[in-house]
């Protein structure tokens, strides 16, 4: 079984168990780095390769609920609109817009002109047809765009749509991934690439519509363990890897390859709200019991924040100074325990603790779950594969989840309302299945309203979450990306890969 070198580093308090030895495979992969020039043909400088760490869930902008459906869809579909880092909304497809008046008191009609380009086949109709589409599939995204009500082609690249709610919501709804547009199976000519080849598991490969300024092809390789990726990339074999942690002071790896942003994601704990026995106090419990900051500093080698509640620090910045809701302390998570509504029987059930099977999710998790057991709680991991962690979870299956959240568009409210509204459960983005009374009505004063300022909402729904704790709070790790020469070290394009 492959050993990540950064368990080494580890305080016994982490180690679940005996390390596991290098096995063979592992020495003939170091073995093969001695040797990754030999006979190597070059690569043309048109056609990239970039590392999924898993297989696409879909090609469907629809069904695209996981992270590497979204990275290869957004070069494939063109956007209606896209948020830029200070959560404005920018015309991408859409030449303009004008909101004008509706059919009826709360009927809205929103006229749109979109860009005509004779390489594209994306029509007025196209959009409309997409817009429909996405209304009436069934599934968790429905109820999200219940708001559309229907359209009407005006010309060729103009249209109207009509829609119910706030101007600002319909806007950043039509930003998402799911609403991007939908005009053919992915091997239709549409975006700037289309999809030349799928073999699953393995890699995707997109060739180009038109000249742009990645080349003509990319290939993306699914690489579940990133020291495979490693060895790809200095075989000249990958041109951009999501660089994990552990693998950052490789003596492979070159400083000056390596990209560090401030994360735009959050790792949490999803507690089931389903079950009654997990009640305020003993979410309060276990989020006192975490220590959080040693976590950071031994497994993630400083390269993270606590997060502020569901928030990155970089986004809560913006509108409080607010710190660590929960810092760890193991008496007030005692205390809080005690008052629980199942204590003290709750000490004797094993708790089902979920998680991804990865190597740096397998790490993290074993960390949280010795501080839950230190805790006096009976806990059990289970590794998963990822599609199955997130099939199940969205059937309310599991107690605790560790998950990952990376905002589709900037700002608190990309957080907000698809992890905690009431009509987002499961697969929706409400993976711990949450629900409060006050955040419903303040979701709903949100989604109505045409402002752009909705800070006051923002922190009450702030405060509502602080009190409530329906996951266990986490960090954002930073995230470190290796870069190869065939991309310039000033584009634009490394957020390519979140």
């Not at 053919?184 to 799928?198: D, I, N, Q, S, V």
């Not at 959080?292 to 928030?311: A, C, N, Y």
């Not at 990376?406 to 698809?418: E, R, T």
Request: glycine share 6%; net charge positive.
């Amino acid at each position: 079984m492959f050993y990540p070198r950064f368990l080494d580093s580890v305080s016994s308090q982490f180690q679940a168990g005996p390390k596991p030895t290098l096995t063979f495979s592992l020495a003939f992969l170091l073995l093969s780095l001695l040797f990754y020039g030999c006979g190597k043909a070059a690569r043309s400088p048109e056609k990239l390769v970039f590392s999924l760490p898993s297989d696409p869930i879909s090609l469907d902008p629809i069904r695209s609920t996981d992270l590497s459906s979204r990275i290869v869809l957004k070069y494939i579909y063109p956007r209606l609109f896209e948020i830029n880092g200070e959560g404005q909304v920018l015309p991408s497809l859409v030449r303009s817009y004008k909101l004008a008046e509706g059919p009826s008191s709360k009927i809205r009609r929103l006229i749109l002109e979109i860009h005509s380009d004779p390489k594209s086949n994306v029509s007025a109709q196209t959009v409309l047809d997409s817009l429909e589409r996405l209304k009436n599939t069934p599934g968790p995204r429905k109820s999200t765009y219940s708001f559309l009500k229907g359209g009407k082609v005006l010309s060729d690249f103009s249209l109207e749509i009509y829609f119910e709610g706030g101007l600002r919501e319909a806007l950043e709804k039509l930003s998402l991934p799911q609403a991007w547009i939908y005009c053919g199976p992915p091997e239709t000519a549409c975006g700037e690439f289309k999809l030349a080849e799928w073999k699953r598991n393995n890699y995707l490969r997109l060739v180009a519509n038109q000249s742009n300024d990645l080349g003509s092809e990319i290939l993306f390789r699914v690489l579940p363990q990133a020291s495979t990726g490693l060895y790809l990339y200095f075989k000249d074999e990958l041109d951009l890897m999501k660089l994990p942690v552990f693998l950052l002071k490789n003596s492979l790896v070159k400083e000056d390859h390596i990209s560090i942003r401030k994360g735009g994601g959050v790792q949490y704990v999803a507690i089931n709200s389903k079950d009654v026995c997990f009640d305020k106090n003993f979410r309060k419990a276990l989020n006192y019991s975490v220590d959080k900051r040693t976590i950071i500093q031994v497994l993630l080698e400083g390269k993270g924040e606590v997060s502020v509640g569901p928030f990155p620090k970089s986004i809560s910045n913006t509108w409080t100074s607010s710190e660590e809701i929960y810092p760890y302390d193991l008496s007030k998570a005692k205390d809080s325990l005690s008052k629980s509504i199942c204590y003290p029987k709750i000490l004797e059930r094993e708790l089902e603790f979920r998680m991804r099977g990865d190597e740096e999710n397998q790490a993290n998790g074993a960390a949280i779950v010795q501080n839950l057991k230190e805790l006096g709680l009976k806990i059990r991991i289970l590794p998963m594969e990822k599609a199955a962690l997130y099939k199940e979870n969205g059937e309310g299956k599991g107690d605790l989840t560790l998950l990952f959240w990376y905002a589709d568009l900037p700002g608190p409210f990309a957080f907000l309302d698809p992890l905690f509204a009431g009509d987002r459960f499961g697969n929706g983005g409400n993976r711990a299945f949450y629900s409060n009374p006050k955040m419903e009505k303040l979701f709903q004063e949100i989604r109505s309203t045409d402002k752009t300022d909705i800070n006051p909402q923002i922190k009450e729904a702030f405060s509502l979450l602080a009190e409530d704790a329906p996951w266990i709070f986490l960090w954002s790790p930073y995230e470190l990306y290796l870069i190869g020469d065939r991309l310039p070290k000033g584009s634009n394009r490394r957020s390519d890969l979140p």
